[in-house]
């Protein structure tokens, strides 16, 4: 391995301004530079079932130390040998700064030395985090790079271990709105604007044809991406994305406000027995009983019925108004809840003590959202909302970020008129982002673009029954489908990237995933389509039901 670097300067500067008129050149020129596309082709331009034609370096990995470009510094140029799992490549870091603000981020590139397929792919982050750009997988393994595809992340100018959201918040309690805005979309944007001029000058040409993939935090990124800045992009792969971050995290603490509010906790094992219950009775409704709820709309389980045998009155309550989702003092809807049977681990997070005493577990980015972002008080204590309380800090944090970083603007006429492709998978029991946010917001696309059938020309959207929330599906307590490749970047059979790839490369529009069997004990061997919406899989009465073949995609 060798490597050349400069001495690596501050990543953020201060926040003091220039003069004016120097400040105004410096923007204007960052600008006309960086957010001018006139080094990618735009989308569509190729021919059907044309193959993007690769190449190797015209000129060494050490050189691209010496790279100008404006906005932006080469901090090191490495050279990576090849392994079992990755190909030699030349992996670049930069530092970029935005003019409006001296604030400062970090994008990693990754280009294969000799086996570059003529593709790019970018990747999203986690939680509050923007990346990995110190990994060319980024957060997905395994990833891209294996392909032959150049791949670049950023950390979105926050930190990338121990994040949970806490930079939103200054140390006098005001909103650090540039650091926000950098996370919020502006540094997914310069990723893929910096990687394609990387690119273009380490092999002589930019890519043919450029991807994203990413899920969660991911996923918001992609969606801010196709709303935002629509020509950065040929083709998305959008996994569970957390679309409505205004509504989506101070939901999250529902459950503990509506068990806070009756004094009473409820077990983790109390919420697994009434889950094995509504599955129980919600299956076989796709003609195969297996655990998996394939038709998770019409699962219209009570708990009450659950009243003097698996639960108190109490509980059933309580347990009802969590899968009902927040309501305002007067019963007016706020967001969803999660659907009966998903697991409540971390939504409605308990702990229970050897001697029986349960307490709270809420979740940390929750928590966050509402102390640093919503109320800028740290030292809030959530234990103190009553539902009054509950529905005024719901109602803020809507009023404050809904316009800033929820990625829900249903127009994405831009997007299409580039000849961009989208693929959105969401498993219908995630724990993490209730899946009736993503099937909503795709309604509304439909309903603002002509219908349902005039979105699926450039957006589809497949569900996943009995998905969970990326890697935690392996703490799922009952058999559930994931798509494939839902833990990796690589383009696999059946996977949402390998979709999206085919469809803007061969004009090949895809009608279902592979959704893969996995469970606590990791994977089960099922194999099962995974339908377009609002399709759901159907079994056809004979044949092997871990089989996909033996499934169709069926109306409700």
């Known amino acids: 391995m060798t490597k050349t670097t400069y001495p690596p300067g501050p990543r953020r500067r ?7 008129l ?65 190909p030699a490549y030349c992996d670049i870091q930069l530092t970029v700064t935005d003019p409006a603000s001296d604030e400062s981020f970090r994008v990693g590139v990754f280009l294969p030395s000799a086996t570059w397929n003529g593709r790019f792919v970018g990747t999203g982050g986690g939680g509050f985090m923007g ?34 959201g806490e930079f ?21 944007h310069q990723t893929a604007v910096s990687a394609k001029k990387v690119i273009t000058a380490y092999y002589g040409k930019g ?4 991807y994203f993939y990413g899920g969660s935090a991911g996923g918001r990124q992609a969606m801010m ?45 109390t919420f697994g027995a009434v889950n094995d219950r509504a599955i129980a009775q919600c299956d076989g409704r796709d003609g195969v009983h297996d655990r998996i709820v394939s038709d998770w709309r019409a699962c219209g389980f009570d708990a009450r019925t659950l009243i003097g045998d698996v639960l108190t009155a109490q509980e059933a309550d309580i347990i009802n108004k969590i899968w009902k989702g ?21 939504m409605a997070g308990t702990v229970t003590d050897e001697d029986g005493t349960t307490s709270p577990q809420p979740r940390t980015d929750a928590l966050t959202w509402v102390t640093h972002w919503v109320l800028q008080d740290p030292d809030f204590d959530w234990r103190t909302l009553t539902y009054e309380k509950f529905a005024d800090v719901f109602e803020r944090s809507v009023a404050k970020w809904e316009r800033t970083v929820d990625a829900v603007d249903p127009d994405l006429s831009a997007f299409r008129a580039t000849g961009g492709r989208m693929v959105i998978t969401h498993g219908t029991f995630d724990g993490s982002i209730p899946v009736q946010g993503t099937v909503d917001y795709y309604n509304r696309v439909a309903d603002r673009m002509g219908g349902i059938r005039e979105v699926q020309d450039f957006a589809r959207l497949f569900l996943a029954p ?20 839902y833990y990796g970047g690589l383009p696999s059979p059946g996977s949402a990237l390998e979709a999206v790839v085919n469809w803007v490369e061969k004009k090949r529009k895809p009608t279902t995933l592979l959704g893969v069997g996995e469970g606590s004990t990791g994977e089960t061997g099922m194999k099962r389509p995974l339908c377009m919406y609002p399709l759901a899989a159907r079994y056809k009465g004979h044949g092997d039901t871990n089989d996909a073949d033996n499934f169709r995609c069926a109306a409700r």
């Open 14 to 20: 201060g926040r003091g301004r220039r003069a004016l």
């Open 22 to 86: 120097p400040v105004t050149s410096v923007v204007v020129a960052w600008t006309l530079a960086v957010f001018t596309p006139t080094f990618a082709a735009p989308a569509g331009t190729q021919a059907a079932d044309a193959s993007p034609t690769g190449g190797t370096a015209v000129r060494s990995c050490e050189s691209m130390i010496d790279l100008r470009l404006p906005g932006r510094r080469v901090e090191s140029a490495t050279s990576v040998g090849a392994t079992e799992e990755l």
């Open 131 to 164: 990346g990995g750009p110190d990994e060319p997988c980024g957060r997905y393994d395994p990833c891209s790079l294996a392909d032959g595809y150049a791949t670049a992340n950023t950390d979105a100018g926050v930190p990338t271990t121990n994040n949970q």
């Open 168 to 188: 939103a918040l200054s140390p006098d309690n005001t909103l650090n709105k540039p650091v926000v805005d950098i996370w919020n979309h502006l540094s997914i």
């Open 207 to 210: 890519p043919a044809y450029s």
């Open 225 to 269: 991406e196709a709303q935002r800045h629509p020509h950065d992009y040929d083709g998305l792969a959008v996994f569970w994305p957390a679309l409505n971050l205004s509504r989506l995290l101070p939901a999250s603490l529902w459950p503990q406000v509506v068990m806070n509010v009756a004094g009473h906790f409820i077990p983790q094992s």
């Open 326 to 346: 927040p309501r305002g003092t007067d019963g007016r809807f706020l967001w969803h809840g999660p659907p009966p049977g998903t697991p409540l681990g971390r």
């Open 466 to 485: 009995g998905g969970g929330h990326e890697t935690l599906i392996r703490s799922h307590p009952h058999p559930g489908l994931m798509p494939a490749g």
